[in-house]
């Protein structure tokens, strides 16, 4: 019975750890540390007199804010690095609990009494903490963590991991808040790490530092990396295994007359090494199974932008200078892009194209010079989150899919930009009736946005049977699912057959005609001719020429600009 | 603190931090060239003179003067199974995960490969070698050079005569990697690689065999750090998992991907913890953590390393 607790606590916190390493896709190699500030933090915190509740509370609540700082740090460690801090965390809390023996209780540990009470005399309350109890308590908290992680992957917070897990600069530009949710990733995580260690030690009675040493991290990382990506019944079959350990680790310490805590962490590298060879087949094979299922939002399709086409300005660069290092890239432009027309942004390489992009949603921030929204200066983050959020959108110019998604997901994704309810995320995972509405009101977005790209059809397809016309159409339909009304589409018709273009034209025209202010930054001057309502030219940095495509081409600037000074002449 | 002791630490730190810089050298090699942190590298470091040790002298290590035939064979073993555990690191736990252009694509896949190879090196030396520590004896026999063993210092501090010879070596076979890394052709290749492997293939380098030198290189590394760090006290096989993230934080204090200060910042932890360890508030226990605390607070503020520039947000 208290093993079987013990376990059940052990997947308290390996579903902590469920929610960065295959829901976020952070590599998160140091739950060990929260699970030991869960644990120690209880037994020390109760040994000054402090009731069992409040001191469980507090040490989860101590794990938490760690974890929240780790994530905070993490705003610039992305992938690796994250890694490196949170296996260099995992040694560091070992080795403190190992050096300094008023923290760790030396190498008898820390005890206290168990079984432990629960006394509350305000509700008259005594409660003995069985190990049934125990089982009880872990059951609930496990069951709980299950459904939540469940019911969170198809809703408004799992796509949210899903971009985050894909990749963050994609996810950014999609208006997905990347810093504030692996915070609150990572701070989740280690709070059910704190409540998994403190469970442990209550039930045990006993904390010592080995049994939290960063072989606990590691047997945590391989029982979530075994159920694969996003899935609430991967922890359990890992913590299952892993509580077949201890047994098997005796036998074999038994049969090759070695101390049981070394055969166990021989089955923990087995086991290691077993779950990285069959991670990937076994992805391949689960994500296989699921494209046949269908999305069930049939709704009168039409994508809209909230006011139509009123030629309002929606975006606007003033006088914008730029420089990377000593490099200046922009020396004051002036660019304006207004709702209901197809604005074209042409230019030699290096004339600054990109930059103007970066400036515009906001990733690189202008030396001099401003950027309105609507009017209104825009948010001043290093950003595309945010610049979503108040009306711009871009495409990226390399054609980034959200990996494991179908392409109605990853609007889907998008459109979460422009939920505006409070609390969506928190509405949607207790199923109530608003965060239902919420979510069918934001499939329908999602679907209107396919429609508009002429992808109705495609709603269930994986990435991977994309092609990269569609790849593109793709990622139109989700710049506009973000309901940001200025769009900025970066080279979309690269790679694109002739017809294709044809199609791409005729699907700006329509967005634009529904109100949506688009930019095109195109090479193909054939396509800018057709569609564009109006071209500026950039070169080195400077505005050559603006107006209508006619307008243009007939600047002798321009010409000189693309074809060099024979052709001037 | 008497001056005395600061120069004692000091000295004693330059040398230990000689040998970080080892380690450091090494992560900072392998992250050059294929972008993946080596998880496993401190294990190799310890891994490589253990498994010579158990092949030379078997598994009950003393501590007593190898004779010079047993001196030559750890020396050549330790650094013939650093160099094999670093390259076979590389084909088993980085080169599966690496995508397109070299460059890694499945993180948690070499992360959790990485701290594999750490974990089975660790656990099938501990099946070998079941106690605690293990006194490794030395076949550069460091400690009989000078006679007594130890060195009084200026001021009344003292110091293991073996700490000058391990600081020298150190960084002698730093500067010849140095050296290596900016004169030669084969430099100038692993330069390129990790630079844009995609441009190196288009200029004719061969990137598999360039990568393959890098990684024995590394190991080559390790195994030396190992011969200079082994013997000079007990020896425990979860010493490789510390070791190595001492090395990475030497290699973060200064830019991620450069040789020179992955070994002044192996210097400057050395001394550091050194200094810390003789301080009468702090003392030991804290000077064991301050690596890792460096490691953490370098990788929070800048995670390409102290010295690297602000990245620009990539696309």
């Known amino acids: 019975m208290t093993t079987f607790a013990a376990d059940l606590y052990l997947l308290v916190a390996a579903y902590g750890l469920a929610v960065a390493v295959s829901y976020a896709g952070l590599p998160v190699l140091g739950q060990g540390a929260f699970v030991a500030i869960g644990a120690f933090g209880t037994v020390q915190i109760t040994a000054h007199g402090v009731p069992l509740g409040v001191a469980v509370v507090a040490a989860v609540a101590l794990a938490t804010v760690a974890g929240y700082l780790v994530g905070f740090a993490a705003t610039r460690l992305a992938g690796a690095p994250l890694a490196l801090a949170t296996w260099g965390l995992a040694w560091l809390?070992?080795?403190?609990?190992?050096?300094?023996?008023?923290?760790?209780?030396?190498?008898?540990?820390?005890?206290?009494?168990?079984?432990?009470?629960?006394?509350?005399?305000?509700?008259?309350?005594?409660?003995?903490?069985?190990?049934?109890?125990?089982?009880?308590?872990?059951?609930?908290?496990?069951?709980?963590?299950?459904?939540?992680?469940?019911?969170?992957?198809?809703?408004?917070?799992g796509l949210d991991l899903a971009a985050l897990r894909t990749g963050p600069v994609l996810a950014d530009s999609i208006g997905v808040p990347v810093q504030r949710r692996r915070r609150a990733v990572l701070a989740t995580s280690a709070a059910l790490g704190a409540l998994g260690g403190a469970g442990t030690a209550v039930l045990l009675g006993?904390?010592?530092?080995?049994?939290?040493?960063?072989?606990?991290?590691?047997?945590?990382?391989?029982?979530?990396?075994?159920?694969?990506?996003?899935?609430?019944?991967?922890?359990?079959?890992?913590?299952?295994?892993?509580?077949?350990?201890?047994?098997?680790?005796?036998?074999?310490?038994?049969?090759?007359?070695?101390?049981?805590?070394?055969?166990?962490?021989v089955l923990t590298a087995v086991l290691l090494v077993a779950v990285l060879v069959v991670r990937q087949p076994l992805h391949r094979l689960l994500t296989r199974s699921s494209t046949g299922r269908t999305r069930a939002a049939a709704v009168a399709a039409s994508v809209e932008s909230d006011r139509g086409p009123d030629g309002a300005t929606v975006l606007e660069l003033r006088k914008v200078v730029a420089s990377y290092g000593a490099l200046r890239v922009l020396d004051g432009v002036d660019i304006e892009v207004r709702s209901g027309e197809i604005h074209a942004l042409v230019g030699p390489n290096g004339s600054g194209k990109s930059t103007v992009l970066r400036i515009a949603t906001g990733v690189v921030r202008p030396v001099d010079g401003e950027?309105?929204?609507?009017?209104?200066?825009?948010?001043?983050?290093?950003?595309?989150?945010?610049?979503?959020?108040?009306?711009?959108?871009?495409?990226?110019?390399?054609?980034?899919?959200?990996?494991?998604?179908?392409?109605?997901?990853?609007?889907?994704?998008?459109?979460?930009?422009?939920?505006?309810?409070?609390?969506?995320?928190?509405?949607?995972?207790?199923?109530?009736?608003?965060?239902?509405?919420?979510?069918?009101?934001?499939?329908?977005?999602?679907?209107?946005?396919?429609?508009?790209?002429?992808?109705?059809?495609?709603?269930?397809?994986?990435?991977?049977?994309?092609?990269?016309?569609?790849?593109?159409?793709?990622?139109?339909?989700?710049?506009?699912?973000?309901?940001?009304?200025?769009?900025?589409?970066?080279?979309?018709?690269?790679?694109?057959?002739?017809?294709?273009?044809?199609?791409?034209?005729?699907?700006?025209?329509?967005?634009?005609?529904?109100?949506?202010?688009?930019m095109l930054v195109e090479h193909d001057m054939r396509l800018v001719g057709r569609v564009a309502d109006r071209v500026t030219v950039l070169a080195e940095g400077r505005v050559l020429a603006t107006g209508t495509p006619d307008y243009v081409r007939s600047q002798p600037a321009v010409a000189l600009a693309y074809l060099g000074s024979s052709a001037a002449t | 603190m008497s001056g005395g002791v600061v120069l004692q630490a000091i000295v004693a730190g330059l040398s230990i931090g000689a040998v970080f810089g080892l380690v450091g050298l090494g992560f900072t090699l392998v992250w050059s060239l294929t972008r993946v942190l080596a998880f496993a590298h401190g294990d190799i470091v310890v891994g490589g003179v253990l498994l010579a040790v158990l092949a030379v002298i078997g598994t009950t290590p003393v501590a007593l003067s190898p004779d010079v035939l047993h001196s030559i064979a750890l020396v050549v073993l330790t650094l013939l199974f650093g160099v094999?555990?670093?390259?076979?690191?590389?084909?088993?736990?980085?080169?599966?995960?690496?995508?397109?252009?070299?460059?890694?694509?499945?993180?948690?896949?070499?992360?959790?490969?990485?701290?594999?190879?750490?974990?089975?090196?660790?656990?099938?030396?501990?099946?070998a070698l079941p106690a605690a520590a293990y006194a490794v004896p030395d076949p550069l026999h460091l400690d009989d050079i000078g006679g007594g063993g130890v060195v009084h210092l200026p001021g009344g501090g003292v110091v293991a005569t073996r700490v000058f010879p391990v600081l020298a070596i150190a960084l002698l076979v730093a500067l010849v990697v140095d050296r290596l890394l900016v004169g030669s052709t084969l430099g100038r290749a692993m330069r390129s690689v990790a630079e844009d492997p995609d441009a190196a293939t288009l200029c004719g380098v061969a990137i598999e065999r360039v990568v393959l030198i890098a990684f024995a290189i590394a190991g080559l590394l390790a195994a030396v750090a190992a011969l200079l760090v082994g013997p000079a006290g007990p020896l425990s096989v979860d010493r490789g998992g510390v070791l190595g993230l001492d090395g990475a934080a030497a290699a973060l204090l200064g830019r991620l991907g450069s040789s020179r200060q992955a070994v002044a910042g192996g210097l400057v932890i050395g001394v550091a913890q050194q200094l810390v360890a003789v301080s009468p508030h702090l003392g030991a226990a804290w000077s064991e953590l301050l690596p890792l605390a460096v490691l953490l607070a370098v990788l929070a503020a800048r995670p390409g390393g102290l010295l690297a520039p602000r990245e620009v947000f990539a696309e």
Request: glycine share 10%; charged share 20%; no cysteine.
């Open chain 1, 93 to 157: 809390a070992y080795s403190a609990l190992v050096l300094f023996p008023a923290l760790g209780g030396g190498a008898e540990g820390l005890t206290r009494d168990a079984p432990a009470h629960l006394v509350s005399p305000a509700l008259g309350l005594r409660l003995t903490l069985t190990p049934g109890v125990h089982v009880g308590i872990a059951l609930v908290i496990d069951v709980l963590a299950a459904i939540a992680l469940a019911r969170t992957a198809r809703g408004a917070w």
């Open chain 1, 206 to 265: 006993v904390v010592a530092a080995p049994d939290y040493s960063p072989l606990l991290s590691l047997q945590l990382f391989v029982a979530v990396l075994v159920g694969g990506v996003a899935t609430w019944w991967g922890p359990p079959i890992g913590v299952a295994i892993l509580a077949f350990l201890p047994d098997t680790a005796d036998a074999l310490a038994r049969a090759i007359n070695v101390d049981a805590l070394r055969a166990r962490s």
């Open chain 1, 371 to 518: 950027v309105r929204i609507d009017g209104l200066p825009a948010p001043a983050a290093r950003a595309a989150a945010p610049r979503v959020k108040a009306g711009v959108a871009r495409t990226l110019q390399h054609t980034v899919m959200l990996g494991e998604l179908e392409a109605g997901t990853q609007v889907e994704v998008a459109s979460r930009a422009k939920d505006r309810m409070p609390h969506g995320g928190v509405r949607e995972l207790l199923a109530t009736p608003r965060g239902r509405a919420g979510r069918t009101d934001r499939r329908a977005r999602a679907v209107a946005a396919l429609h508009a790209v002429g992808m109705d059809d495609r709603a269930d397809a994986m990435t991977s049977r994309l092609d990269s016309a569609e790849q593109r159409l793709l990622q139109i339909a989700r710049a506009a699912a973000t309901g940001a009304r200025a769009l900025l589409l970066d080279e979309p018709a690269a790679g694109m057959s002739a017809d294709q273009r044809d199609r791409l034209g005729r699907i700006l025209r329509h967005l634009a005609d529904r109100g949506f202010a688009v």
């Open chain 2, 84 to 127: 094999a555990l670093s390259t076979l690191s590389y084909v088993v736990a980085v080169r599966p995960f690496l995508g397109r252009g070299r460059r890694p694509d499945d993180l948690l896949g070499w992360v959790a490969g990485g701290v594999t190879t750490g974990l089975v090196i660790r656990t099938a030396l501990a099946v």
